[in-house]
């Protein structure tokens, strides 16, 4: 008897859930198909009935990421313009992020090296992420001028993702602070209280 389709959507999340906190831990090289469909608590065997290859099953990961992360910002009404992006970066500027044995990481500071090593439905989907930070940004600025707020917006997602990517990348804790306060200040300067 075939499987309901509702079966195969579940199944298949349970797959991309388990890739993205694999991919998250291990990145794309570090990880095998076996050890994400054992990770999911299936078999090899049921992988290709939803991903043609492992960069497919990587896009799919990245993307389920600005699914959540839109479906949380959606849910928070309690907060909008500045104070928004003041709290967003505040959460995200912040050393709970360092961890490299975090499952839940934004695949913005977890994975960039992957993805730009992956081909272009990867890319894509990295770039989704990227565009809804940046859109996040933008529609909690203030400024009449939808040209500034771009500029802005993509200033702060590059001072946000750079800022952390940077102070992941090193081990000296008064260092890494030192990049969060200089990214957290980069923000202030633009305008945005912190």
Request: glycine residues 6%.
């Amino acid at each position: 008897m075939p499987y309901t389709p509702e079966h195969r959507a579940r199944t298949k999340k349970k797959v991309i859930d388990a890739a993205r906190k694999q991919f998250n831990l291990k990145g794309f090289d570090g990880v095998s198909i076996d050890q994400i469909m054992k990770a999911a608590g299936l078999s090899r065997g049921g992988f290709y009935h939803h991903f043609k290859d492992k960069e497919q099953l990587f896009a799919a990961s990245v993307d389920s990421f600005c699914e959540d992360f839109a479906k949380t910002v959606d849910a928070d009404t309690t907060l909008s313009g500045p104070a928004l992006i003041e709290a967003f970066m505040n959460g995200y500027i912040d050393k709970t992020q360092l961890a490299h044995d975090d499952e839940t990481l934004c695949p913005m500071i977890a994975v960039p090296s992957d993805v730009s090593r992956q081909g272009p439905e990867v890319k894509i989907a990295y770039q989704r992420v990227l565009e809804t930070m940046l859109g996040l940004f933008q529609d909690n600025l203030n400024s009449p001028s939808k040209t500034r707020n771009r500029k802005v917006a993509l200033t702060l997602c590059m001072i946000t993702v750079g800022g952390m990517v940077l102070a992941r990348a090193i081990d000296d804790s008064s260092f890494q602070a030192e990049l969060m306060a200089a990214a957290r200040e980069g923000a202030k300067n633009l305008g945005l209280s912190n």
